[in-house]
């Protein structure tokens, strides 16, 4: 094994006791949460190793960055998630290779991924990104769309051809009443995918927690946490 190999061995181990023990904790199993790694800055080379590891499911959020990974990668058998802020002018490269789109926060952005979708003759989940920083009717510093317009992109999601209604995603937000509350903004998150669940019951996704704060995420109910300092470590030299 490779040092890069056992270094990702160690951190991959280390994450897993911690989403094992949040599981216990919050009296769930620990088949109820998917990790999903990001991988974003490091090479195609640990996305290999990840997968020889065991690692199903991986994370990208610059179109530029994951095209060329996941047409490396395209012999492996992984679910790619983009989970950035998506330009529409990328819609038709993320298309070619995600899954899933976590980040769908406008109606202009379903329009374009379903028209993509259907020319690749491609099913894609979505999330509907919401943003607990944003005020009615605005985006959220990250991303996202304002509570109050959930079910209006999660019904349009649902009726566009070639798309799919996983549920929802969020990142803890910088600013405004949930900033540094992790666990009481996954918790409003819930509360939001139950209600969704009531007029769309196939939409069970919950994404929410990173590395920080993966275990208020557990507690709160989510079904994916994304992680990608925890298990890839600080890459130095960027930015």
Request: negative net charge; contains cysteine.
């Amino acid at each position: 094994m490779t040092d890069r190999k056992a270094q990702l061995a160690a951190n991959l181990a280390q994450v897993e006791e911690r989403i094992t023990s949040a599981c216990a904790a919050a009296g769930r199993s620990r088949e109820d949460v998917t990790l999903i790694v990001v991988t974003k800055t490091y090479p195609a080379s640990d996305v290999r190793m990840l997968h020889e590891l065991g690692v199903r499911h991986v994370a990208e959020n610059r179109d530029q960055d994951a095209a060329p990974k996941a047409t490396a990668c395209a012999d492996l058998s992984l679910t790619w998630h983009f989970v950035g802020q998506l330009q529409t002018n990328k819609v038709r490269s993320v298309t070619s290779y995600a899954d899933v789109v976590q980040s769908v926060d406008r109606i202009k952005l379903v329009t374009a991924l379903s028209a993509a979708a259907v020319r690749a003759e491609r099913e894609l989940g979505c999330l509907v990104q919401v943003a607990l920083d944003a005020e009615s009717g605005e985006r959220g510093e990250r991303g996202g769309v304002a509570p109050d317009g959930i079910e209006e992109l999660a019904a349009a999601v649902d009726a566009a051809e070639g798309l799919r209604l996983d549920g929802l995603m969020t990142v803890a937000p910088l600013a405004g009443p949930f900033a540094g509350r992790q666990r009481a903004a996954f918790d409003r998150l819930m509360e939001f995918a139950t209600r969704l669940r009531v007029g769309h019951p196939a939409a069970t996704m919950v994404s929410a927690g990173m590395s920080a704060d993966l275990e208020d995420a557990v507690a709160a109910g989510a079904t994916h946490v994304r992680v990608g300092t925890a298990v890839l470590g600080v890459r130095p030299g960027l930015g």
